[in-house]
């Protein structure tokens, strides 16, 4: 009898790879853009960019989750 050959994409790792990137995605952007944001804000005095900073990292790490694993 000839054994089952195991190939990558059938143990499971795909699926626990993109359950630890997908959130490291979105923290990542926060903590970039929001941190950018916030240096911002404390350069000009402008409370509102720490803000948008937070929304435009998240926006764009849900971008490229779905980029990456949403095809």
């Not at 490291?24 to 240096?39: D, E, P, R």
């Amino acid at each position: 009898m000839s054994e089952k050959k195991i190939r990558p994409e059938d143990d499971g790792r795909d699926f626990a790879n993109a359950a630890w990137s997908i959130p490291s995605y979105l923290l990542s952007g926060m903590i970039l853009y929001g941190g950018a944001g916030w240096l911002l804000s404390q350069w000009t005095g402008v409370v509102a960019f720490m803000p948008i900073g937070l929304i435009l990292g998240v926006a764009l790490a849900v971008y490229l989750v779905y980029r990456k694993y949403g095809r």
